[in-house]
């Protein structure tokens, strides 16, 4: 989707957006402004928009626009064989930038909380798929059904209504076949049984709890069933004879709960949707009911695993960080001390090599010391006076 459509839609889209709003939104989107134009357009619209019905105002008047609105009109009213081969066309390019486009539609609704319109978007959506107009009967979805083909089932006793009603009874109890050649009953029975039958649950619960207490967050599991599926088949594209690509069936689920935290004990009530946007009337609601009580009310027993509690054992990484850390400090403490160990040993030998001091005399043994030194000088003088008188 073009970020100028994803802008346009956020713009213009609001809580009051309805499905009859939606053509003319998808028709001024950025896709649809970019088709290009032919000069025989306005002669190939006039049949065409002669036999249009508009279910609301125009908003924009930009020509590329009604052109493009009146194309899904004439689709959705299933109008086609007043479309020229090149307007076929150009709904055809249009309907395959549909399903983004009305999934962003979808997305903007889901994201400001409008279930309604998040509603109509996918109501907009499967009329596309099946070429349905507003209020169109559901039955208009069953291969080769026709306006004349709804009188019948409406008529009598075991009218039918709804396309789930149809597909529920036996083939002999069905109404409005009675001018279907085989080929034409052999296709509805095979659309009878390729059209989901869903078995919609859901249930609301706390994860690994029994019961529902203030302040917990409550989880709602929904689970569809498709009933008409063997086990490992696939579904496969929805029947959508008017469609130009292959669609396949999505499902949408909503809860009326405005907030996923219980606030409030007693009774609480909630509405789940599951929504389908490729058939009308395989819409499914189911109502729940709980009960929820106050923490005083229920004893929970908080059991804390054995492999946990040896996690917590465990150091931290920041534990582990500054551990690192702090293993550094103690070997550069060592370093430190080894070197200055190191600086005492080589102090050490180099005492050794010094010559040892005389040692330091007291003043007496000073005085002594140097009165003997004399005599002996003294002496030294005799014996050379001594000498010299010999000779």
Not at 73 to 101: A, F
Not at 167 to 172: A, C, F, L, R, V
Not at 276 to 296: I, P, R, W
Request: a negative charge.
């Amino acid at each position: 989707v073009m970020v100028e459509t994803l802008q346009f839609m956020g713009y213009y889209i609001n809580e009051a957006t309805r499905t009859k709003n939606c053509p003319e939104l998808l028709a001024a989107s950025a896709e649809s402004r970019g088709m290009d134009t032919r000069v025989t357009d306005n002669n190939d619209m006039k049949a065409l928009a002669t036999q249009v019905v508009e279910h609301k105002k125009r908003q924009f008047s930009l020509p590329i626009i009604i052109k493009n609105n009146f194309l899904l009109l004439g689709h959705t009213q299933r109008l086609h064989h007043l479309m020229t081969p090149d307007l076929r066309s150009d709904c055809d390019e249009l309907l395959k930038y549909s399903v983004k486009i009305t999934q962003a539609m979808i997305e903007i609704a889901c994201m400001r909380e409008w279930f309604f319109t998040a509603q109509a978007m996918i109501e907009f959506r499967r009329s596309l798929v099946q070429g349905l107009d507003l209020k169109a009967s559901q039955l208009l979805q069953i291969p080769h059904f026709t306006e004349e083909s709804l009188k019948h089932t409406s008529r009598g006793k075991n009218s039918i209504s709804t396309l789930t009603d149809f597909i529920s009874k036996d083939p002999e109890q069905r109404k409005g076949l009675g001018d279907m050649d085989p080929n034409q009953l052999a296709d509805i029975e095979a659309f009878c049984s390729h059209v989901s039958n869903v078995e919609f649950k859901a249930i609301t619960e706390v994860e690994d709890e029994t019961e529902i207490c203030v302040g917990d967050v409550a989880t709602v599991v929904c689970t569809l069933t498709r009933k008409n599926l063997q086990e490992g088949e696939a579904m496969g594209p929805v029947h959508a004879p008017l469609y130009p690509e292959p669609k396949f069936e999505v499902s949408f689920d909503f809860g009326s709960l405005p907030q996923n935290e219980i606030s409030r004990p007693g009774k609480h009530s909630l509405a789940v949707h599951a929504l389908c946007d490729s058939y009308s009337g395989l819409d499914q609601k189911v109502e729940l009911n709980f009960n929820a009580s106050t923490e005083d009310e229920v004893k929970r027993e908080i059991f804390v695993h054995p492999e946990d509690e040896e996690l917590d054992l465990q150091p931290t990484l920041f534990q582990q960080l500054m551990g690192e850390l702090g293993g550094d400090d103690e070997s550069e403490e060592e370093e430190e001390q080894e070197d200055k160990d190191k600086k005492k040993g080589k102090d050490k030998d180099k005492d050794k090599d010094k010559p040892k001091d005389k040692p330091k005399l007291s003043d007496g043994q000073a005085k002594k010391a140097d009165d003997s030194d004399e005599d002996e000088k003294k002496d030294g003088d005799d014996s050379s006076d001594s000498g010299s008188d010999s000779d």
